[in-house]
């Protein structure tokens, strides 16, 4: 649960829409039992078959070419617990090789509104995604959608959570990520555990990206010393995601605007082909010091498409103001969020808004 753009593609996520339900299947009214079963075996295969990484790199089951990436994976845990309070101590402290394809996330919208599909589940509560092992399922279950006329998208997603249920493995899939996009992941990860809202999966993704993208910069500065190679491209990449965060929420108030309105459903169908191509148009005209958006100027858009990226992508500001309210201290601002989300769960977004303008805003 990471990034679109760090694989530089809109069609692969590594997204929280990966985590699987594992509760009891018969408190799920409905067709979506059978749902649970097979994605909750699914997933119990794969951490049946997990086995300590020491040990499978020792017995020669891991290639070569995956040592250094899964070097890099346990320096980003530890610095995770050691730097940034995050409880990373027993994440991917195994590999699990059963199942290497991606899982796969299925999300869906209203053709004339910006509002997600959500589903409920045990545990993790209600979720605008359903998570899947097997690719064909997802296309079938996504088929299915569009038939009741819905904008669907069918997403890849290299890593999943269970919240700190389990142990999460390392899965092959992760490892072909590059090196700064592996350690946002592992980030992104810890933060689900560190907090995690239910019903909320905006904040919720909004927030691991935050900590994710703001954690890395500081891993890297940390590991690489003043001259620090690798902070420019991340440097670069943050700044694009801050101005892409813009960008994205004038497009946003401008379907609102046109959904909202007093238009037809056919003449808002119609409009909203103009506004995606506009969008498309000035994304083409903007400046930006990396390619990892190129994809949304030329790829098809829809509400879902335009959902799953405001989830990752569109409500950065609140926590970036924190963090500056908080002199770069990402711990403390972190431990802001947890104090004031926790205790008020509803508007969790606005709670990070009056947390950032709070004097102090920060925990010592």
């Known amino acids: 649960?990471?990034?679109?753009?760090?694989?530089?593609?809109?069609?692969?996520?590594?997204?929280?829409?990966?985590?699987?339900?594992?509760?009891?299947?018969?408190s799920i009214p409905g067709c979506a039992v059978g749902y649970v079963a097979r994605q909750s075996a699914s997933h119990l295969r794969v951490l049946a078959s997990r086995q300590p990484v020491d040990r499978a790199i020792a017995r020669d089951r891991v290639p070569q070419e995956w040592i250094p990436k899964i070097e890099l994976i346990q320096d980003a845990k530890r610095f995770a617990v050691e730097h940034l309070e995050l409880p990373a101590a027993d994440l991917y402290e195994t590999i699990s090789l059963v199942r290497p394809e991606p899982t796969w996330v299925v999300t869906a919208a209203p053709r004339?509104?910006?509002?997600?599909?959500?589903?409920?589940?045990?545990?993790?509560?209600?979720?605008?995604?359903?998570?899947?092992?097997?690719?064909?399922?997802?296309?079938?279950?996504?088929?299915?959608?569009?038939?009741?006329?819905?904008?669907?998208?069918?997403?890849?997603?290299?890593?999943?959570?269970?919240?700190?249920?389990?142990s999460d493995p390392i899965r092959p899939s992760m490892l072909?990520?590059?090196?700064?996009?592996?350690?946002?992941?592992?980030?992104?990860?810890?933060?689900?555990?560190?907090?995690?809202?239910?019903?909320?999966?905006?904040?919720?993704?909004?927030f691991a990206s935050f900590v994710g993208d703001a954690g890395t910069l500081l891993y890297y500065r940390a590991r690489e010393g003043e001259a620090c190679p690798t902070c420019a491209r991340v440097d670069a990449l943050n700044a694009d995601a801050t101005a892409f965060s813009r960008f994205l929420r004038g497009v946003v108030e401008?379907?609102?605007?046109?959904?909202?309105?007093?238009?037809?459903?056919?003449?808002?169908?119609?409009?909203?082909?103009?506004?995606?191509?506009?969008?498309?148009?000035?994304?083409?005209?903007?400046?930006?010091?990396?390619?990892?958006?190129?994809?949304?100027?030329?790829?098809?858009?829809?509400?879902?498409?335009?959902?799953?990226?405001?989830?990752?992508?569109?409500?950065?500001?609140?926590?970036?103001?924190?963090?500056?309210?908080?002199?770069?201290?990402?711990?403390?601002?972190?431990?802001?969020?947890?104090s004031r989300v926790e205790k008020r769960e509803t508007d969790p977004f606005g709670q990070v808004e009056s947390l950032a303008g709070a004097e102090p805003p920060c925990p010592p």
């Open 1 to 26: 649960m990471s990034r679109l753009r760090r694989l530089g593609v809109w069609g692969v996520t590594v997204a929280a829409g990966a985590i699987l339900a594992l509760g009891i299947a018969l």
């Open 112 to 166: 004339d509104a910006l509002e997600p599909v959500t589903w409920w589940f045990p545990i993790v509560g209600r979720v605008a995604y359903r998570g899947y092992y097997d690719r064909q399922d997802a296309a079938d279950f996504a088929a299915r959608l569009r038939r009741r006329d819905l904008d669907v998208l069918v997403q890849a997603a290299g890593a999943f959570s269970t919240l700190g249920w389990f």
């Open 176 to 206: 072909e990520r590059s090196g700064s996009s592996l350690v946002n992941l592992v980030l992104h990860e810890a933060a689900h555990r560190r907090l995690y809202v239910k019903g909320q999966t905006d904040f919720n993704e909004s």
């Open 254 to 338: 401008e379907l609102e605007a046109l959904y909202g309105g007093p238009a037809s459903r056919e003449e808002k169908l119609r409009l909203r082909e103009e506004i995606f191509a506009g969008a498309q148009a000035r994304y083409r005209e903007m400046e930006w010091e990396t390619r990892a958006y190129d994809g949304f100027a030329d790829r098809a858009l829809d509400n879902a498409v335009i959902l799953s990226l405001v989830r990752y992508e569109g409500r950065r500001e609140p926590f970036h103001r924190l963090l500056a309210a908080c002199h770069g201290d990402l711990p403390r601002a972190v431990r802001g969020i947890v």
